[in-house]
């Protein structure tokens, strides 16, 4: 559809008249169509493309890292040769395994999953399920798009320049991340590349929560709204508030690479033998307070959004409403706001004081009980259900035992006496693998699958989505579940090599067996890519509605046009009524007016 | 039918009460909040933890050279520049234009002002006296949070100047729309204004 | 078609189980490398052997933990997969539009958040108050470790128990890793190696520094951890159980830079006259300064 | 806001009221600073005025004081609370670690660096 945007600018507030929109327009260049459009369809699109690149990206550098933790020091077959400067003698340096650790984590969650869940998904659905014409800024959140772009290429980019890309893990401790100066820019191009991800973040959240407050259609009241628009909601008030003291410490640390500062510096530090000429004075342990204070509510930004896309899938898929939907919203703001006073949990070892553990022990503990009441919404929503098990539910399903395992093993590391067994153990990183990789991954699959058709009018097949929902089932588990057992060995995480450990020697098998698993998982992921571009142009057309729902985004035309509906749409009732009895159908579409019993 | 493709850009919302420009810079300021704060907190768990004595020893106030002549004349400088901000949107409230791009330039020109002493009279000799930012944790953070809010006053600088020259189009078309982008220009530097208030007695006199 | 790819997806399950068996086992028949030193204790998928007199709590805690999380799981789970079952969709059945009231949940939340009350203010919150608080009055040994890329250094105060002072700025990395000045009376006799020696069954509080980065004193069959921070020096305790003398690995638990992997070392809990011996050896002149 | 001229006129005379406060506000944080107290005292009453003009700031010249969305205010609020646990992190940094805890790695403190100590006047 044609628009117009001539008279914005400034500070991103749009306001067009258009009479009668819709026909009639000269049609825009390809360009204010396709790349640079405000339309927040498109965007999300570009959103969830770029992701979903960097997703594959982030994954085959772990691949090719699970090589040197499977066969230590042996050539990488066929990649070890391609690319002679990356791993001289075909196998892969200690320093290539921390930069690709490194940019592993920070791709995965930075330039991979938010972006997929807040700018993909956030996006593309949740104006269309507020009933909105657009997003509240839209040249903002073309804005927001092209900063997270040039984030990513800053991030790229830094595998090539001098001294290779960011070697300090994701969490970028200081003094490690500040010392590498001279030899090393692939650092300073991680903090540059942050600012840009933390910018574009910034600019998204305020699109986010301005559009949902101010342009849900009419009768969309807050408990009308889809537990999904709940989620980014609050998911959105996290970037908000926990990002800018991350960009605060990002410039710190620009600075003591750059200016000499001392700001995480301590005095008299020796490397090599070698006393350093900063004046200290600074603390380490500044960084990694500012660090967790976003990157703990980082974490639930990762998983409140797929929370909210496995609800939607979860209430059309059982044809029930979901069960204790105000509970689940009363949940849901209960751990936005906690998530803020936890992030000290992440340094119980660096020798904490007795108040300062309890306190952060008990607000996590805490903070588990809103996750626990959540799934268990879930779950019990399943009971008296009619439950169709299409591709989005398998996967949406699936989240929920595996966001369990997860989360469950999260408690462990959330006590101070058993994290000191394992704490920056592989305990940790399969705690964390299971909330991300078979938890959100799996939500954003169900979300491609169910979502899919809206945007392009299309199916996915569906034979070849089982087959991939039960490949990447059965390898992720063999993939993250050893972790587990690694890590209460004690084999601790950013090893290039473990075998050198008594410990880590013994549970060697287990490490290549994740290994095969996470090879096997890319494999799995073959018939997916397939799907997923055939599908876009040979797929099954379908109506509006093909799964039968009843949240505005299934009354917009598929793909919706420019400006989303055909005519304004009205809410009459809650987002989730199916089977209401005395109604033919098994599902009453929110913006239907008529009988309310 | 002539409908605005997103409603409550000019009007207020009924419910929240809100054009929504509003709602979205008074977002942005939040998250400027935590911005400052964070750095805020990092002045203060720096200068209670700094060593007694040595190089990176907090410097006594005698030390550091800076001038409250300099900062406070800067302090008032940007007051000044807010009460103009300030007169510019009320000028457009009555509809004079005029009037509102002569307060909207005298901002401009005193936010120059605050640039221009900032960096003749501070930043170079500062440098000169080789007090670089390298110096010590206090020249780190007086560079880092002046710079900061340099860059903030910057970019106030060129929106402000946007709205004199060609933004002020839009005045023709749809005085209340711009209006509140005056409106909303004005809480960003008002922002920016009361950032400075805290940091003239943190850097300058303490 | 359709029973066909079902077989396909079991025999890829039996055949990565048995292919992730069959590489466990023939990896633990490896042998460790390169330590120089045979390690002593088990090691396998479990929490590996314990030798210090308080690591059972925290033993204890991860156990009583994982059965709750294993119980809580499987009853949830046992719940989902019913559903799962019961509930499918098929001809003739519609969804249940009457919301149940699942009291039993609430219940089931309740106890949750009270087990982990328990947990918190029954065992975590008072070991960890020993763990940081109650240091040993019973005439512990007193070691300092000095964490560096990428080595362990060991500094003891020799007879007189007190420490030298110690000088950046006069760091030598073969002579004087560590900038133990000259003039010191106090650090006359004490002397820094790359292995760690404590007694056995006696209490020892170790102070731990770092001349450049984060690193983290790692000693798995302790259940010791902690961080070592530069610009400061943070002290633990631990003691061993009689009966434990032997070889056992200290690691680096944090990303400390290209060669973080390698950074290990190996602790040697001695009888008291293998400690002396040890001592006279290290103490006698021209091994003083020798590292590895 | 939507108001009439008068109303606009009567604003226009309390923003010239504050701009007297907040300049009188300048002169008395650094006059009390000339008057050499005690130093936390000082920093005290420093951050109080500041404090003090802020707020007018934001009451005024940012309309908090007409301001009666709900959005907004607890968009500050919750931004309020925020900030206050990040003014937390000094606290626990430099009151919390366990006893025998010290700070500094070594017994000799680094001198001054040759390439700053001409500097120190
Ligand atoms: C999406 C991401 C995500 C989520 C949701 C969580 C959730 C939780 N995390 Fe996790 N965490 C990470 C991502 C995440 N974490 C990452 C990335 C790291 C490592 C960072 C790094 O160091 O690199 C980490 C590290 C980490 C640590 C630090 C470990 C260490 O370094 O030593 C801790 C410690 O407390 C912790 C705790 C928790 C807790 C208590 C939860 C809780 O919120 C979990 C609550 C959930 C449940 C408790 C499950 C629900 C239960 C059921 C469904 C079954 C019960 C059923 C009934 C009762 C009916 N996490
Ligand atoms: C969101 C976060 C996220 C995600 C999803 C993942 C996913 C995976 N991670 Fe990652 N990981 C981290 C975040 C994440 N990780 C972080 C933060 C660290 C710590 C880094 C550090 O130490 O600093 C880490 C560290 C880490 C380690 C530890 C390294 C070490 O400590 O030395 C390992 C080891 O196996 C690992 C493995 C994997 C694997 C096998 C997956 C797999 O699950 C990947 C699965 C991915 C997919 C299935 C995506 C598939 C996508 C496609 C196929 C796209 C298709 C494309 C189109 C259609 C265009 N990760
Ligand atoms: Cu030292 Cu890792
Ligand atoms: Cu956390």
């Not at chain 1, 819709?22 to 770029?50: C, M, N, P």
């Not at chain 1, 903090?191 to 009419?218: E, H």
């Not at chain 1, 469950?408 to 990183?429: A, C, E, W």
């Not at chain 2, 929106?159 to 749809?174: E, H, M, N, R």
Request: charged share 15%; with cysteine; hydrophobic share 50%.
């Amino acid at each position: 559809m044609a628009q117009h945007q001539h008279k914005g600018g400034g500070h991103g507030h749009d306001h067009h008249h258009h009479d009668d929109h819709g026909a009639g327009h000269h049609e825009l260049s390809y360009w204010r169509k396709y790349i640079f459009s405000v339309d927040h369809k498109i965007i999300g699109i570009q959103y969830g493309l770029t992701a979903l690149c960097f997703l594959f990206f982030g994954f085959s550098l772990m691949m090719i890292m699970r090589w040197q933790l499977a066969y230590p020091n042996k050539p990488i077959p066929v990649i070890g040769s391609l690319f002679p400067s990356f791993f001289p003698g075909g196998a892969m340096a200690p320093e290539m395994y921390n930069a690709f650790g490194a940019m592993h984590g920070t791709i995965m969650v930075f330039l991979g999953v938010v972006p997929m869940l807040v700018g993909a998904f956030g996006n593309y659905v949740m104006p269309l399920q507020i009933g909105a014409p657009d997003m509240a800024f839209p040249k903002l959140n073309m804005m927001s798009y092209w900063v997270y772009f040039c984030g990513g290429v800053t991030m790229l980019a830094s595998f090539f320049v001098k001294g290779g890309a960011a070697q300090s893990g994701w969490t970028s401790y200081a003094p490690l991340s500040v010392i590498t100066q001279p030899h090393q820019w692939g650092q300073t191009m991680w903090l540059i590349g942050m600012v840009f991800l933390i910018t574009s973040s910034l600019l998204g959240s305020i699109n986010f929560i301005t559009t949902i407050v101010q342009l849900r259609a009419k009768g969309l009241t807050m408990f009308r709204l889809p537990f999904f628009v709940w989620a980014q909601f609050v998911t959105s008030f996290l970037l908000l508030l926990a990002f800018p003291p991350l960009e605060a410490a990002g410039i710190l640390q620009l600075m003591d690479r750059v200016a000499g500062t001392s700001f995480f510096m301590p005095e008299g530090l020796v490397v090599s033998g070698q006393m350093q000429s900063y004046t200290g004075g600074g603390n380490p342990l500044l960084w990694q307070h500012l660090f967790w204070f976003l990157a703990h509510p980082e974490v639930y930004v990762l998983i409140l959004p797929a929370m909210g896309m496995v609800a939607e899938i979860i209430a059309s898929n059982t044809r029930k409403a979901l069960w204790g939907y105000r509970t689940m919203v009363y949940s849901i703001i209960f751990l936005g706001f906690m998530s803020f006073i936890v992030w000290a949990h992440h340094m119980f070892i660096t020798g904490m004081g007795q108040k300062m553990a309890a306190f952060f022990a008990t607000t996590t503990m805490i903070i588990s009980i809103p996750s626990v009441v959540i799934l268990t919404a879930m779950v019990i929503t399943l009971h008296g259900a009619s439950i169709r098990f299409n591709v989005p539910m398998l996967f949406a399903l699936a989240f929920l035992p595996m966001f369990a395992i997860g989360g469950l093993t999260g408690l462990p590391l959330g006590l101070p006496v058993s994290d000191i067994q394992l704490h920056d153990t592989y305990y940790v990183i399969g705690h964390f693998h299971y909330v991300v990789a078979p938890g959100t991954i799996f939500a954003i699959f169900a979300g491609i699958y169910f979502w899919f058709p809206k945007a392009t009018g299309r199916m996915m097949n569906e034979a070849l989505g089982k087959v991939h929902f039960v490949l990447s089932f059965i390898f992720i588990n063999v993939a993250f579940m050893p972790m587990f057992f690694q890590g209460l060995a004690g084999v601790s995480r950013r090893l290039a090599d473990q075998t050198g450990y008594a410990h880590g020697n013994a549970v060697q098998g287990l490490t290549r067996m994740s290994s095969w698993g996470a090879w096997m998982l890319g494999l799995s992921q073959v018939p997916f890519i397939i799907n997923f571009f055939v599908s876009m142009f040979a797929g099954r057309k379908v109506s509006e509605n093909p799964w039968e729902s009843t949240t505005l985004e299934w009354s917009a035309p598929s793909p919706p046009p420019h400006g989303n509906f055909k005519s304004t749409p009205v809410v009459h009732r809650g987002p989730y009524e199916y089977g209401v009895p005395g109604i033919a159908k098994d599902y009453f579409p929110q913006h239907q007016a008529g009988a309310e019993a | 039918m002539s409908t605005a493709v997103l409603p409550y850009t000019v009007e207020p919302h009924p419910i929240t009460r809100l054009y929504s420009g509003k709602l979205g810079i008074w977002l942005f300021l939040a998250s400027e909040v935590m911005l400052f704060g964070a750095l805020f907190s990092s002045y203060v768990l720096l200068r209670v933890g700094a060593p007694v004595a040595g190089p990176a020893a907090w410097p006594a106030h005698a030390e550091t050279g800076l001038s409250w002549k300099i900062g406070g004349f800067n302090t008032l400088v940007l007051i000044i520049s807010s009460v103009t901000m300030v007169m510019a949107w009320a000028a457009l409230k009555t509809h004079n234009i005029g009037r509102a791009k002569a307060y909207l330039a005298t901002t401009v020109f005193l936010a120059l002002v605050f640039i221009v002493v900032k960096l003749t009279l501070e930043y170079i000799p500062k440098i000169q006296a080789g007090h670089t930012p390298s110096h010590n944790n206090f020249f780190a953070l007086y560079f880092t949070l002046t710079g900061l809010h340099a860059l903030h006053i910057i970019g106030g600088i060129i929106v402000i100047t946007y709205f004199i020259g060609p933004g002020s189009a839009l005045w023709k078309t749809d005085p209340e729309y711009f209006t509140n982008r005056v409106e909303c220009t004005g809480l960003y530097w008002h922002f920016v204004d009361l950032v400075w208030i805290f940091l003239f007695p943190v850097l300058y006199l303490t | 078609m359709r029973r066909c790819s079902w077989r396909i997806f079991l025999a890829v399950v039996f055949g990565c189980v048995v292919l992730g068996q069959t590489s466990v086992l023939r990896a633990q028949a490896v042998a460790p490398k390169d330590t120089g030193v045979k390690i002593d204790g088990e090691y396998g998928p479990f929490l590996p052997t314990d030798i210090s007199v308080d690591g059972y709590q925290v033993d204890r805690l991860i156990n009583v933990l994982h059965v709750f999380m294993i119980g809580l799981f499987v009853g949830w789970g046992l719940f989902f997969a019913f559903c799962l079952v019961k509930y499918r969709q098929r001809p003739g059945h519609r969804a249940n539009s009457v919301l149940i009231k699942a009291k039993p949940s609430k219940y089931l939340e309740i106890a949750v958040a009270i087990f982990e009350a328990v947990l918190l203010f029954g065992f975590s919150i008072p070991v960890w108050a020993r763990v940081k608080s109650e240091f040993p009055t019973d005439d512990p040994m007193r070691v300092r470790v000095v964490a560096e890329q990428f080595a362990w250094n060991f500094h003891y105060p020799g007879a007189d128990k007190k420490f030298g002072k110690l000088n950046p700025k006069i760091i030598d990395l073969v002579k004087n890793p560590l900038g133990r000045m000259d003039d010191d009376p106090a650090g006359k006799d004490d002397f820094v190696s790359g292995e760690f020696h404590v007694i056995e069954g006696r209490s020892v509080v170790v102070e731990i520094l770092s001349k450049d980065v984060i690193h983290s004193f790692f000693v798995p069959v302790l259940r010791v951890k902690q961080d070592a921070i530069p610009g400061m020096r943070i002290p633990i305790w631990f003691k061993t159980k009689e009966k434990t003398a032997g070889a056992y690995e200290i690691g680096c638990a944090q990303l400390c830079g290209n060669n973080h992997f390698s950074m290990r070392a190996v602790m040697h809990v001695d009888t008291p006259e293998q400690y002396a011996a040890w001592v006279k050896k290290v103490t006698a002149p021209p091994e003083e300064f020798k590292e590895d | 806001m939507d108001h009439s001229h008068a109303d606009t006129d009567k604003h226009v005379r309390l923003y010239l009221t504050v701009f007297a406060a907040l300049a009188v506000g300048t002169v008395v944080t650094v006059a009390a600073n000339q008057l050499h107290v005690e130093h936390a005292l000082a920093i005290g009453i420093a951050l109080g005025i500041a404090t003090v003009k802020a707020s007018l700031v934001a009451a005024v010249f940012m309309h908090l004081k007409w301001e009666r969305s709900a959005w907004i205010w607890s968009t500050l609020a919750l931004c309020a609370v925020f900030f206050v646990v990040l003014l937390f992190i000094p606290v626990l940094e430099t009151s919390e670690h366990p006893p025998n805890v010290v700070v500094g790695t070594w017994d000799v403190l680094p001198e001054a660096h040759t390439e700053h100590a001409g500097h120190h006047e």
